[in-house]
């Protein structure tokens, strides 16, 4: 048991006189000679003083540590004196409750529990919930630093905490649901201030604290610029590998937001492709995961067309095997994308880079092309390209015939009598002749059998007749847009078969 200053002071009494140098050591007394003092002045005083929010704290710990816990004869207990003094803590003003916050930094850890650093606590993050209002996240590089600070001047006044204190000052405010922007905001500038004196370990304990505590906020709070910030910082440090899954599932969340600038990440050391192609894959089953339930069309867009962009960027890469392309190619559904041309481009340039590839690995690749949402252009040049393995040129080839025969049906379904008269008044007889080629062409043509496709020179004549196809598609749209609107319309319901003709 530690012994009070008055029980220390009769205990020696009797010494004073024939002992010189005599002095009491008080071990573990943190509060400093400051601290004594003030208690001093108490017992000399008989336990009567005025406490002020400057050194409440200093005499509530050294209370504690002295014992003096309970009334002695007239001398009230100086811990309850303390503890009432607290009971007006809503009075305090700002600067005397962050000098009490500071004392509590200094005497005591943020694990530990104590009444007086709960109460502090409480009434500060009362005091931020009444100044906080949301606002939008502000993303310019070189200004946000200086309107954080013009717009929340409290965030320079609690950046003397510790990270542990830290901790629990923004679990109370997210307790408090205080505004998850704001918080993010903190956070950053926070972690900017902090990194300017810290030790590396020191950094990786901040970063992983700060992590843990965004994974709290609502992900709409969280800018994609913040997340991958901090995800360039994490990359130079020995961070856990739970709290980078945690910042990847975090980023990947919000990746409709990012731009193909953020995914050009450099490749992890000993590798020798240029882009971190493996992360792009996490981020992007990490969207896909989080958004499991539902994601809405749009942002699923949003996100194939930067994995198109970043696929453009990898293509040209020489050291990327195919295993990983083909991941990258086929990571997103189907559905996500409403055009494959910008992947047919992608895909087009990787096959030129590795021009060595094998048949079956070009297939793995290709197999995730949708020739229905090919361009016409695109179609074209896929079905020219010596690149792409024969056995995709002849499906598209197939896809074309099919598509032009389509169109020659729709236009035996027209009601041929509608044709006579003064629509083709004006027409000679040789383009009437021209026309009846056209479907006495079309009934002609016959599909290769599934022995054939392999063969070469089937497919080069499969690509003049599909040429020849074409041209003699382009007379027929020619005739059929001479045709005048108002004749048209007397079709009535026979309009319906009229095919589309700029598919």
Known sequence: ????????????????????????????????????????RVCYNKGRTEITPTDIVLLNFAAQLMEMESDDGPRPCLLNQTRKSLDRIGFWTWSELLVALKECQELLSASNSSLILDKILDCVIGRLATLVVASPYESSSETSSLRIRNNFPWFEDLLFLNIDLVDKVIRMMISRNVDHGTVSKFLLCYRRSRFLSATLT?????????????????????????????????????????????????????????????????????????????????????????????????????????????????????????????????????????SHDRLFQAIDIYLEVHGGLCEAKKMRICCALNYAKLSTDALRHLARNSKFPSRIAIQVFLNQQSKLENLFEGINHLDTDTFTGPIFAGESIDEKASSDQILVYAKRINLPSKAEQHDHVKLQGMQCRVTELEKYCGIMQTQIGNIPRTRLSSLGNNARFLPKLCS
């Open 1 to 40: 048991m530690h012994l009070s200053l008055v029980d220390s002071t009769n205990l020696l009494g009797n010494l004073m006189d024939d002992t010189k140098n005599l002095k009491v050591v008080f071990h573990d007394f943190q509060e400093g000679a400051k601290g004594f003092e003030l208690v001093a």
């Open 202 to 338: 020191e950094k990786c304990r901040i970063i992983e604290v700060i992590i843990n505590l965004l994974s709290l906020l609502n992900r709409r709070s969280l800018p994609c610029k913040l997340l991958f910030g901090i995800f360039r910082v994490t990359s130079s440090l020995k961070v856990s590998r739970n709290c980078k899954s945690i910042l990847e599932n975090l980023i990947g969340s919000q990746l409709d937001q990012a731009t193909i600038d953020y995914l050009l990440v450099p490749s992890p050391h000993r590798r020798d492709y240029v882009y971190d192609v493996n992360l792009v894959l996490r981020l992007v089953k990490a969207f896909c995961k989080e958004g499991s339930c539902f994601v809405s069309a749009m942002r699923l867009k949003k996100v194939a067309s930067l994995i198109d962009s970043f696929l453009v960027e990898v293509a040209a890469d020489s050291h990327l095997n195919p295993s990983k392309f083909a991941a990258l190619v086929m990571v997103l559904p189907d559905g996500a994308r409403e």
